[in-house]
């Protein structure tokens, strides 16, 4: 979906690089992109749709390569759903849908039956007709995603879908985040602040800092699975003497509102259970401790700029 | 029987649709459209229309029937088929020309800026010369378009009445279509140059109103102090009207030729220089 | 320590808070404040921090109505919703004003000034103006100011809205050690990962009212009309065989790696369950329940509730 070697793009009058040093190849799916504010998260963005070029490497976007006659086009492909409030108030879902359809090339007519089936598709139904202005939060997130949809481009970008959202808000729109890349087949790149989301939803991920990638992969190999490592939870809270107990079982590393971070001295998981036995407590959590993805961060962004490679 | 699910077709064609300029401009006319103010300014033009013709149609009765012949001295003293009366037949709507561009055009660019579309508009096939056209497009097109009856039905009746010796010239339109497109194309890029300075619509008109009002206050100023009857082609109203009184060629137009070229050749580089350093991609994507 | 008795916030005819009754024990620790957006979290907040009277009902805090009370507001430390700040104002001497609203007196400024500093790690930076800080800065600034006074309960107001991954994770482990030593937090936030990383203790708002409060897994237990999901990791035939011997099995799904149950009283059935994987009966690698999380809880409160 995505090639970079070595890319390296700068604005026209600044003396350093906005990004440099960009290798990082991605495969069509749902990639989290995490960064700190500034860290050139937009910078790629307009590398991506073809508004700066990049000034040495080479790169590709759907096959594309970037800084091309081609890549002016690609913009035609690329769906986005910008962070910030970007919708026409006193215009309704529809006539804007069909608008954004028709500025990326679809005709008048073609424009508006997509409208209508994009809005379906994000679950607008007859507030469609209304002037966003009247909009809930929620509504509005679901325009943006119809507007960066209704060209069916084959790569959309999608920056803090789940901005002001409420649980239940937030859990439709990763749901639909999902449904682009499982229905309709286009590859997603979403950025976003919030840890649990990326988790949810992404299949790889890039980490960005200060123009560098620091981290970029597939989840799995980024967050990989520590040896020994057992999450423990008891159906009641331990009494003193059996948490001192747990020692038996293995090194606590933490305990936080009653889940135990253990590393545990033997191999077999099932001693957690034959332990608890023992102790007279019940298990109602036993899990392998995978790297969080919040470890993945920290790790990236303050120890060595480690590279993992595409897959 | 198939089940057909509620998915998405496959992709459409991109290649098929309009350019991107049309489409910003179709986009602009149909907000027109459904804004109130659309409707005021279609009555209030179509009224002074109307007055035109009127103007005409009774001039011709007063000429040919006997019975009202005593009115004709009267009548006369109206319709003076000078070149001054060709030029006058586009000023009347000068005012409420001024007063429509600022409040349609005002909003133009600084709508976009306040809803924070500009942006999002750069991120499809579009360039910053395809927004800028549409919207300097739009702008001019409007005033000249309202214009267009006004000299042509004019033009059309007199023909109709009283063929080549009616009270407007037969070649009229070939001078004052010209001289149209000049004075719209001085209002468009004011509008859009000023509208993108704002950063909401209301601002937006109130930019434009406060820039040819303060053109024309410090054009009067000027004058005032020097005495060069020159300085008035900063003026962008009295441009406006100067245009169509040169080209069918007054006696005394409001602003001489040489000025008029100069002061409307300085305003439109001003005001679209203003507008393309206002919409360039990199102050809109963040 | 808080208390609410019928407590009730009304603007104008808008409803804010429903008539709430609560309390929360002395002990120290942070306690999440959890709503969708217009649940009442601000309200219950304002309420809480003295900035408006409840329109019904009593509000205490330490023992006494908050409301236009030095007593009470002496020991509170506020940090709003929102990033609104002077911009060009350098960030000790808003502090210093802020030291100063607070009753501080002058000879104590600068050291309760460093400390708080000190606390939330900006004690190099606090020369900055507002407008050159990021808004991860910022808000641990406004955090200090807080807690400039020494308040035994500091109130937050969605602090981590619009905070970068890492700025978030300062501001929780900042967080964490003020409660560690001893200060009361309440949390607001409608991003249940948030306080589910920083928290098992919730207070759950929804359109106007109180719908539970506790500990995430003791608020699990009172739902008992859903059915708790249990995935087993292990070889899948033969856990599926134990688990449709048992009673309190309401669904079975068989998966690749192991085993999805639902079970209606978890009480009974995970003891046995434990017994038999201890007495190397059935296989079992991983015991991961699937709905104990805030995102379940939550997702059950507020449908039963809808």
């Given amino acids: 979906m995505i090639a970079f070697e070595n890319l390296e793009v700068r604005y026209p009058q600044a003396t350093t690089p906005a990004l440099r040093g960009l290798t990082l190849s991605l495969e069509r799916g749902i990639v989290g992109l995490l960064g700190p504010n500034g860290s050139g998260k937009s910078t790629l963005l307009k590398t991506w749709l073809g508004l700066l070029t990049p000034s040495a490497g080479t790169g590709t976007v759907l096959g594309v390569p970037l800084g091309s006659e081609a890549a002016r086009r690609l913009r035609g492909r690329i769906g986005y759903m910008p962070e910030y409030d970007a919708l026409i108030e006193d215009a309704s879902a529809y006539e804007q849908v069909a608008f954004w359809g028709e500025l990326s090339g679809l005709a008048p007519d073609a424009a508006r039956d997509r409208a209508h089936e994009v809005l379906y598709f994000v679950g607008l139904d007859e507030a469609r007709y209304r002037p966003v202005s009247g909009y809930s939060t929620g509504m509005r997130q679901r325009v943006k995603l119809a507007q960066a949809l209704v060209h069916s481009p084959a790569l959309v970008f999608l920056d803090e879908p789940t901005n002001g959202l409420d649980p239940d808000g937030r859990r439709r729109m990763l749901d639909l985040v999902l449904r682009v890349h499982a229905e309709l087949g286009a590859g997603v790149i979403l950025a976003s602040h919030l840890l649990g989301d990326v988790e949810r939803v992404a299949d790889q991920l890039v980490i960005l800092d200060q123009g560098q990638i620091k981290a970029a992969g597939s989840m799995a190999g980024l967050r990989r699975a520590l040896a020994r490592r057992v999450e423990?939870?008891?159906?009641?809270?331990?009494?003193?003497?059996?948490?001192?107990?747990?020692?038996?079982?293995?090194?606590?590393?933490?305990?936080?509102?009653g889940?135990?971070?253990?590393?545990?001295?033997?191999?077999?998981?099932?001693?957690?259970?034959?332990?608890?036995?023992?102790?007279?407590?019940?298990?109602?959590?036993?899990?392998?401790?995978?790297?969080?993805?919040?470890?993945?961060?920290?790790r990236a962004l303050h120890g060595d700029a480690t590279s993992m490679g595409g897959n | 029987m198939p089940i057909y699910a509620p998915t998405l077709p496959p992709a459409p064609d991109l290649s098929l649709g309009q350019p991107p300029v049309l489409v910003l401009m179709r986009f602009d006319l149909a907000r027109l459209w459904r804004q109130k103010i659309g409707r005021f300014f279609g009555f209030g033009f179509l009224a002074l229309?109307?007055?035109?013709?009127?103007?005409?149609?009774?001039?011709?009765?007063?000429?040919?029937?006997v019975a009202l012949r005593p009115m004709k001295d009267f009548a006369q003293s109206i319709l003076t088929q000078g070149a001054s009366f060709q030029a006058d037949l586009l000023s009347p709507a000068s005012f409420l020309l001024w007063f429509l561009v600022a409040l349609v055009g005002g909003g133009l660019v600084a709508r976009d800026t306040l809803y924070r579309v500009r942006p999002l508009i750069y991120a499809h096939p579009v360039s910053p010369r395809d927004y800028l056209l549409a919207k300097l497009g739009f702008a001019t097109a409007l005033p000249f378009l309202i214009l267009l009856p006004f000299v042509l039905l004019p033009w059309l009746m007199s023909?109709?009445?009283?063929?080549?010796?009616?009270?407007?010239?037969?070649?009229?339109?070939?001078?004052?279509?010209?001289?149209?497109?000049?004075?719209?194309?001085?209002?468009?890029?004011?509008?859009?140059?000023?509208?993108?300075?704002?950063?909401?619509?209301?601002?937006?008109?109130?930019?434009?109103?406060?820039?040819?009002l303060g053109a024309?206050?410090?054009?009067?100023?000027?004058?005032?102090?020097?005495?060069?009857?020159?300085?008035?082609?900063?003026?962008?109203?009295?441009?406006?009207?100067?245009?169509?009184?040169?080209?069918?060629?007054?006696?005394?137009?409001?602003?001489?030729?040489?000025?008029?070229?100069?002061?409307?050749?300085?305003?439109?580089?001003?005001?679209?220089?203003?507008?393309?350093?206002?919409?360039?991609?990199?102050e809109a994507i963040l | 320590m808080i208390s609410l008795d019928r407590a009730s916030l009304r603007y104008g005819p808008i409803l804010g808070l429903s008539p709430t009754s609560f309390e929360l024990p002395e002990a120290g620790g942070i306690t999440g404040l959890l709503g969708p957006n217009g649940a009442g979290k601000s309200s219950l907040i304002q309420l809480l921090s003295g900035l408006l009277p409840p329109s019904g009902g009593e509000v205490r805090v330490f023992g006494q109505a908050p409301f236009r009370n030095p007593a009470v507001l002496a020991r509170l430390g506020l940090v709003p919703e929102g990033d609104r700040m002077p911009s060009g104002l350098r960030a000790d001497r808003w502090l210093r004003m802020m030291g100063q609203l607070a009753g501080i007196p002058a000879a104590d400024l600068p050291a309760a000034q460093a400390r708080a500093l000190a606390i939330v790690g900006m004690a190099d930076r606090a020369h900055l103006p507002f407008a050159s800080m990021s808004k991860g800065m910022r808000q641990r600034i406004r955090l200090a100011q807080a807690l400039l006074h020494g308040p035994d309960l500091l109130i937050l107001d969605e602090p981590f809205n619009g905070l970068d991954p890492e700025a978030r994770l300062i501001l929780m482990d900042l967080l964490r050690t003020l409660a560690d030593g001893g200060v009361r937090v309440l949390v607001s936030s409608h991003i249940l990962g948030e306080i589910a990383q920083l928290?098992?203790?919730?207070?759950?708002?929804?359109?106007?009212?109180?719908?539970?409060?506790?500990?995430?897994?003791?608020?699990?237990?009172?739902?008992?009309?859903?059915?708790?999901?249990?995935?087993?990791?292990?070889?899948?035939?033969?856990?599926?065989?134990?688990?449709?011997?048992?009673?309190?099995?309401?669904?079975?799904?068989?998966?690749?790696?192991?085993?999805v149950i639902s079970v209606r009283s978890p009480r009974e059935i995970l003891p046995r369950l434990q017994a038999a994987v201890a007495a190397g009966t059935i296989p079992v690698r991983s015991l991961d329940p699937l709905d104990l999380n805030l995102d379940a809880v939550f997702q059950y409160l507020t449908r039963d509730n809808a």
């Avoid at chain 2, 407007?168 to 140059?193: D, F, H, K, N, Y």
């Avoid at chain 3, 859903?226 to 998966?255: I, K």
């Fill in chain 3, 199 to 259: 928290t098992d203790r919730i207070l759950l708002l929804f359109r106007g009212r109180l719908l539970a409060e506790g500990s995430v897994p003791e608020i699990r237990q009172l739902l008992d009309r859903h059915p708790v999901e249990l995935r087993l990791v292990g070889e899948p035939l033969a856990l599926a065989r134990w688990a449709v011997e048992q009673p309190e099995l309401a669904v079975l799904r068989v998966e690749e790696e192991g085993v």
């Fill in chain 1, 232 to 257: 423990l939870r008891f159906l009641d809270t331990l009494m003193p003497e059996q948490e001192a107990a747990l020692a038996e079982l293995g090194t606590v590393l933490e305990a936080r509102n």
């Fill in chain 2, 49 to 65: 229309l109307l007055f035109k013709v009127a103007r005409i149609y009774v001039g011709h009765l007063l000429q040919t029937n």
């Fill in chain 1, 259 to 298: 889940l135990y971070d253990l590393e545990l001295t033997t191999a077999d998981p099932a001693a957690a259970f034959r332990w608890a036995q023992a102790q007279g407590a019940t298990l109602i959590q036993l899990t392998p401790r995978h790297d969080r993805l919040d470890e993945v961060l920290l």
């Fill in chain 2, 159 to 212: 023909l109709l009445l009283a063929g080549l010796d009616g009270p407007v010239w037969a070649t009229a339109p070939l001078r004052l279509l010209p001289a149209m497109a000049i004075s719209s194309a001085l209002m468009g890029s004011l509008a859009v140059g000023a509208s993108s300075l704002a950063a909401t619509p209301r601002a937006g008109v109130s930019w434009v109103l406060g820039s040819v």
């Fill in chain 2, 216 to 282: 024309g206050a410090l054009a009067g100023l000027l004058r005032g102090m020097t005495g060069i009857a020159a300085v008035d082609a900063l003026n962008p109203v009295l441009l406006a009207e100067a245009w169509p009184q040169l080209l069918v060629g007054v006696e005394h137009p409001l602003v001489a030729w040489l000025p008029a070229l100069l002061g409307t050749a300085l305003h439109l580089a001003l005001w679209t220089t203003l507008a393309v350093r206002r919409t360039r991609p990199s």
